[in-house]
């Protein structure tokens, strides 16, 4: 398999390549330059398997280049490390088939793919005899799922900036609590826009980039869209096999519209989905995208669902491409309108073609909470608020026609004031949260200013 960028200036390269790559160096994305078509008789086959002989098969597919028993190694460690032994489970509550996201090491569907890419990138690291120095900011949940993806890893060091004080206590304990020599957290004094804005600076700056091998670890990558891709097939051959049903609704929380897009994909190769719902808190751009044809930014409110509050979705652009007939100088035009403008505007047949794949909705913050409480009462499940808006949505788009299975992405107890605020009462803590503010921590507090970091930077990073 070749991959591509979206904006047509690379072209060619191997999986290898296009996972070191991360984001293109045109700028664009990469995608694979086919995506496979399964016969319903291959989808039946593979859809009985568990969860890690399905990863293999399915990211076969996209990464010949690696041999398979290198890989197949690769993707079962990468699950060994979740708590559940189907790796991601699908429990049937109040009509629907939820899809458990969160039994890896943080408790959130991040952990999936992050996992996997951490593996990833140890070995192809290990292959060119090559190091590589991860930076990145975060408000909470990437961050964590980034450093137990890495964690102990050899020629690897990853540095996270995080806002002091300003992410939760679990997520900063999830973060500080990892004391392997190769993982830095950095407090800094200031916001998230202020770490994210030191992480541009920095990546800006490509002979430091380059002289210092930094790498990234956000949504953009290739592979953390590939290893999300399995979950809509497995979650479809478990709910087929208790409903034996022609085809399922996915409803998917969205934010920088990464997990959606790996649904798609799965649609692309087959698997039976009737449509993809887009759910989106206040932040609702995708969905005014499409039910109106009309993504435009606009200010980033805080909601209960905050993994999700987010203006400019970062995978947008490899849905765009698909959308555009796989016309780089059609995205590339989009992509410099939306730099210009803040916005696109699509066609009444461009959004019937949209129409085919997805559906969206969007849930308020009341609606967010409501929903936590009513399924709690109707079931004694614990919604996490990111899931509440799918199931929310979900719920309100369809009627039973086929079943609809929702994507759980966290587990309850990481956004435990929202629950305690829809409920009264706390989500009960998994083990791995208990005792956690008694380990030692690592964490050193730093001024928000790219100087400080580059500094800080040079003075620990593998070289
Ligand atoms: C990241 C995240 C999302 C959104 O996922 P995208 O791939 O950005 O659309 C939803 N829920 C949780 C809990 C998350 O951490």
């Known amino acids: ?172 304990l999830q973060m500080t609590t990892v004391t392997d020599p190769n993982v830095f957290n950095l407090a800094i004094r200031g916001t998230f826009d202020d770490g994210q804005r030191i992480v541009k600076e920095i990546f800006g700056d490509l002979a430091f980039k380059s002289r210092m091998a930094l790498g990234a670890i956000n949504s953009i990558n290739w592979a953390r869209v590939l290893a999300q891709v399995v979950y809509y097939f497995y979650a479809f051959g478990r709910v087929q096999r208790a409903t034996s049903c022609e085809e399922v609704y996915f409803s998917v929380p969205t934010g920088n519209f990464g997990d959606i897009f790996a649904g798609y994909i799965a649609k692309r190769m087959g698997l039976p989905i009737r449509r993809l719902i887009l759910a989106t808190n206040e932040n609702d751009i995708l969905t005014r995208f499409i039910n109106q044809g009309d993504y435009s930014t606009a200010q980033v409110v805080p909601t209960p669902s905050p993994s999700m509050d987010i203006q400019l979705a970062s995978n947008f652009e490899r849905y765009l491409f698909y959308l555009y007939g796989q016309n780089p100088g059609r995205v590339n035009d989009a992509m410099s309108r939306l730099a210009a403008t803040g916005r696109l505007e699509f066609t009444a047949e461009e959004l019937a073609c949209v129409g085919r794949d997805f559906m969206a909705g969007s849930a308020t913050r009341q609606e967010t909470l409501d929903t936590i409480r009513a399924f709690h009462a109707a079931t004694g499940y614990i919604l996490d608020p990111h899931t509440a808006v799918g199931v929310k949505v979900g719920k309100e788009l369809t009627g039973g026609e086929v079943p609809l299975v929702c994507l759980a992405t966290a587990h309850p107890a990481k956004f435990g004031d929202a629950v305690r605020e829809a409920i009264g009462q706390d989500p009960v803590l998994p083990p791995v949260f208990r005792d956690l503010d008694k380990k030692e921590k690592r964490c050193e507090l730093i001024d928000a200013d790219t100087g400080s970091v580059r500094e800080y930077l040079q003075k620990n990073a593998l070289a």
């Open 1 to 172: 398999m070749q991959y591509m960028s979206t904006r047509g200036r690379i072209s060619g390269l191997d999986f290898k390549d296009a996972v070191m790559m991360g984001l293109a160096d045109d700028g664009g994305l990469l995608l694979p330059q086919q995506i496979p078509a399964l016969s319903r008789g291959d989808i039946a086959a593979l859809t009985r398997m568990a969860y890690p002989d399905l990863a293999f098969r399915i990211i076969s597919l996209f990464a010949g280049s690696i041999p398979a028993a290198d890989l197949k190694h690769l993707i079962d460690r990468s699950y060994q490390a979740f708590d559940h032994d189907e790796v991601t489970p699908v429990v049937h509550k109040d009509g629907i088939y939820v899809l458990e996201l969160f039994h890896g090491p943080t408790l959130a569907f991040k952990d999936v793919a992050l996992q996997f890419l951490g593996n990833m990138f140890e070995y192809l690291l290990k292959e060119r005899g090559a190091h590589m120095n991860i930076l990145g900011a975060t408000s909470g949940d990437t961050g964590s799922a980034a450093i137990y993806g890495v964690r102990g890893k050899q020629n690897i060091n990853i540095f996270i900036l995080h806002p002091h004080q300003r992410v939760s206590p679990i997520q900063e």
